[in-house]
Antibody
Framework: QVQLVESGGGVVQPGGSLRLSCAAS????????MHWVRQAPGRGLEWVAF????????YYADSVKGRFTISRDNSKNTLYLQMNSLRAEDTAVYYC??????WGQGTLVTVSS | QSVLTQPPSASGTPGQRVTISCPGR????????VNWYQQFPGTAPKLLIY???QRPSGVPDRFSGSKSGTSASLAISGLQSEDEADYYC???????????FGGGTKLTVL
C-alpha cells in the first residue's frame, strides 16, 4: 500500500515562508514523477508544481512561479515544496501525488496575519 | 477559471446512470490521457479512472470513463447513495506544461 505523508503545514504571516515535505514509502519513489496539488477551503483542486522522477524537469503553476520551488531527495524518498513570499490566497490544503495515482492526506497551510 | 470545464453539479436517483462531461482542448485531453478522481468532504482525492478508461483495483465496474477527441466523460451506473461526492477530471496540458483539472462536479444522489 503506497504511503505519502505530508508535513510542514501551519500558520504563517503574509510574506513568510514554509517548507512542506512529503515522505514516500512502500513504492519505488525514485521512478515516479511527483506533483503538489492544493485545495483552498471550499474550492476545487489546483495543480501547483511537478518534478520529473530524476529531478530533471520542474514545472509550476503561474500563480506560484518565482515563489515556490519543488525538489526531491530520492535517497530519502522525500518530496519538498519550498514556499516563499506567501500570500493569503495560498491558504489551502496541500497534497503530494505520485504520478497522479496516489495522494497523501494533505497538510494545511494558512497564511494570515 | 478551470482549463477543463465540468458541470458544477449533477444528480440522480438510486439505480440511475449519471454522466459527467469534461470538455478540454487539443493540448490537454486531445493529446494526453485523462484521470478521474473522487473526493469526499475532508478527505484526499482518490483515483477513480486512469488512462481515460482504466479502473484501479478496487474501483467498482459501475464507474467507467471514456474519451473522444478533446472531451472526456465519467459514467456512473447503478447509482448508490455512497457515490455522493465531488468528481474531478485531470489531464496534462502540453502547451501550458501544467497538470490541469476540471472545476469539479458535486454529485447528489436524490
Amino acid at each position: 500500500q503506497v504511503q505519502l505523508v505530508e508535513s510542514g503545514g501551519g500558520v504563517v504571516q503574509p510574506g513568510g515562508s514554509l517548507r512542506l515535505s512529503c515522505a514516500a514509502s512502500k513504492f519505488n519513489f525514485s521512478t515516479y514523477d511527483m506533483h503538489w496539488v492544493r485545495q483552498a477551503p471550499g474550492r476545487g483542486l489546483e495543480w501547483v508544481a511537478f518534478i520529473r522522477f530524476d529531478g530533471s524537469n520542474k514545472y509550476y503553476a503561474d500563480s506560484v512561479k518565482g515563489r515556490f520551488t519543488i525538489s526531491r531527495d530520492n535517497s530519502k524518498n522525500t518530496l519538498y515544496l519550498q514556499m516563499n513570499s506567501l500570500r493569503a490566497e495560498d491558504t489551502a490544503v496541500y497534497y503530494c501525488a505520485s504520478g497522479g495515482f496516489d495522494w497523501g492526506q494533505g497538510t494545511l497551510v494558512t497564511v494570515s496575519s | 477559471q478551470s482549463v477543463l470545464t465540468q458541470p458544477p453539479s449533477a444528480s440522480g436517483t438510486p439505480g440511475q446512470r449519471v454522466t459527467i462531461s469534461c470538455p478540454g482542448r487539443s493540448s490537454n485531453i486531445g493529446s494526453n490521457s485523462v484521470n478521474w478522481y473522487q473526493q469526499f468532504p475532508g478527505t484526499a482525492p482518490k483515483l477513480l479512472i486512469y488512462s481515460n478508461n482504466q479502473r484501479p483495483s478496487g474501483v467498482p465496474d459501475r464507474f467507467s470513463g471514456s474519451k473522444s477527441g478533446t472531451s472526456a466523460s465519467l459514467a456512473i451506473s447503478g447509482l448508490q447513495s455512497e457515490d455522493e461526492a465531488d468528481y474531478y477530471c485531470a489531464a496534462w496540458d502540453a502547451s501550458l506544461n501544467a497538470w490541469v483539472f476540471g472545476g469539479g462536479t458535486k454529485l447528489t444522489v436524490l
